[in-house]
């Protein structure tokens, strides 16, 4: 059964730097694509980034986080992370991770998914 797990989420201040992991149970890893997504009150999910598979490409929500996030994995590791860098109050959400088949910006394209992790940023 796969299961992702995130974690590193909190409380930082705006223009503070924090870095969000994600341990993935699934035995072919470097198999799927990885994505960040996020979800603040009121409002629906939105794609933050992706990664293929072998890491190779990457992609990134164009104007909210592009130049400040960083999406990188360690498939000996079985992990995915979100470095995120100068935040600001409108990242305040829960950020999910998925795993999928594509490394796209549909959440659809995504079949596994962890339960989240809550970022606050405070101004």
């Known amino acids: 059964q796969v299961q992702l797990v995130e974690s590193g989420g909190g409380l930082v201040q705006a223009g503070g730097s924090l870095r969000l992991s994600c341990a993935a149970s699934?035995?072919?890893?470097?198999?799927?694509?990885m994505g960040w997504f996020r979800q603040a009150p009121g409002k629906e999910r939105e794609f933050v980034a992706a990664i293929s598979g072998s890491g190779k490409f990457t992609r990134y929500a164009d104007s909210a986080v592009k130049g400040r996030f960083t999406i990188s994995r360690d498939n000996a590791k079985n992990t995915v992370s979100l470095q995120m860098n100068d935040v600001k109050f409108e990242d305040t959400a829960v950020y999910y991770c998925?795993?999928?088949?594509?490394?796209?910006?549909?959440?659809?394209?995504?079949?596994?998914w962890g339960q989240g992790t809550q970022v606050t940023v405070s101004s």
């Open positions: 699934i035995r072919t890893f470097s198999s799927y694509a």
């Open positions: 998925a795993a999928g088949g594509s490394w796209q910006p549909d959440s659809n394209a995504y079949d596994y």
